[in-house]
Nanobody, 136 residues
Framework: QVQLVESGGGLVQPGDSLTLSCAAL??????????IGWFRQAPGKEREGVSC?????????????YYADSVKGRFTISRDDARNTIHLQMNDLKPGDTGVYYC??????????????????????WGQGTQVTVSS
């Protein structure tokens, strides 16, 4: 089972940018074969899906991306296959983006079946999370 670790969180001001990264801890786990989702949880709120990227070329996926409406146009998810890492570029951050951000891995078929409700796919492997705080 793939083991994930997030990095890149921090304290920023509204309007600033951050890039989160999700990497595999265990060598031999190629993230290119997984759908990788980013989720966040704010204090007192339920966890929500932020973005997802399907597995890439040569797999059952097609690399398509999904975004929550609240982050469309501000966040970009991407793969760095050379570094076996998934990035979440977050621009124009708002206080409402504050929370613990988690990355998680799912079999691409699970995300395909979930369709537009990608966050309901079977994400079986989770990182420990990284804190993002947006405050003036």
């Amino acid at each position: 089972q793939v083991q994930l670790v997030e990095s890149g969180g921090g304290l920023v001001q509204p309007g600033d940018s951050l890039t989160l990264s999700c990497a595999a801890l265990n060598s031999g786990s190629n993230l290119a074969y997984y759908a990788i989702g980013w989720f966040r949880q704010a204090p007192g709120k339920e966890r929500e899906g932020v973005s997802c990227i399907m597995s890439g070329e040569g797999t059952t996926g097609d690399g398509r991306t999904y975004y929550a409406d609240s982050v469309k146009g501000r966040f970009t998810i991407s793969r760095d296959d050379a570094r076996n890492t998934i990035h979440l570029q977050m621009n124009d951050l708002k206080p409402g983006d504050t929370g613990v951000y988690y990355c998680a891995a799912a079999h691409p078929n699970s995300v395909l079946w979930a369709g537009d409700n990608w966050w309901q796919a079977d994400f079986g492997s989770w990182g420990q999370g990284t804190q993002v705080t947006v405050s003036s």
